[in-house]
């Protein structure tokens, strides 16, 4: 079926609204796209445009058609053209996506939609001059140098997803002790929530896990179930 075909029955798209939801919305939705079979959608309301979604969901085999009904309310239509199966933990093309944004949405709604087509600019412009690998690497010395260990642990996930091997990790954390200081590595980023990443995918490796394998449990213990780790505001239980 093509797109216009589709886009006549999207009315009868079963609807999630997470406009007043507080926590990261993804799983939940990637769970129950994960649960639909081709030639089934879902509509997915949001005060913002949700685009971290477009290419978690592309992986899966879903188009989109985004509608902005106002300011505050997006409608995205996601259909399923084919069955794909995400090669990476909890269905995402790339792991720990930016939850932070929700913390925007709940600021202001118009701070939300300028922040979010800024991190699209960033991390998803067309024909890049750096590779996407480079880029998770710089910004993850960026968070280092700033101090943020909770920013530099997810590039590394994300580093390492798209390929970042051992040996280049080592120079970089070897650049980091030279940059840095042996104090500052010893006592800041040494017990650190990076440091301790790094380290996972290092031993996994010697004992000759894949890089699948280790990035399902890197997933596992430096994703949003980690405190240290995570962004997006989870309320107390």
């Not at 042996?182 to 290092?202: Q, W």
Request: charged letters at 30%.
């Amino acid at each position: 079926m093509d797109r216009k075909e589709w886009e006549k029955k999207k009315e009868s798209f079963e609807v999630i609204d997470v406009r007043k939801l507080t926590g990261n919305f993804l799983p939940m939705v990637l769970k129950k796209a994960g649960t639909l079979s081709v030639g089934e959608g879902i509509c997915v309301i949001q005060s913002f445009e949700p685009i971290p979604l477009y290419s978690a969901l592309a992986d899966l085999g879903f188009e989109h058609l985004t509608e902005k009904i106002s300011d505050n309310e997006y409608r995205v239509y996601f259909y399923r053209t084919e069955h794909k199966e995400s090669i990476l933990p909890g269905g995402m093309d790339v792991p720990l996506k930016p939850t932070a944004i929700l913390n925007f949405k709940e600021i202001d709604d118009e701070l939300v939609n300028i922040i979010v087509p800024f991190w699209k600019l960033i991390w998803e412009r067309k024909a890049p001059a750096i590779d996407q690998k480079t880029r998770y690497l710089l910004s993850l010395a960026n968070g280092v140098g700033g101090g943020r260990y909770r920013q530099a642990t997810r590039e590394l996930v994300k580093g390492y997803a798209a390929g970042v091997t051992v040996a280049e990790l080592d120079e970089l954390f070897s650049m980091f002790v030279w940059n840095q200081g042996v104090g500052t590595f010893a006592s800041e980023i040494g017990p650190s929530p990076l440091f301790g990443a790094y380290m996972l995918i290092k031993n996994l490796e010697k004992k000759g896990k894949s890089r699948s394998e280790v990035l399902k449990e890197l997933v596992e213990k430096f994703g949003e179930k980690n405190p240290d780790v995570r962004t997006s505001y989870k309320k107390e239980e």
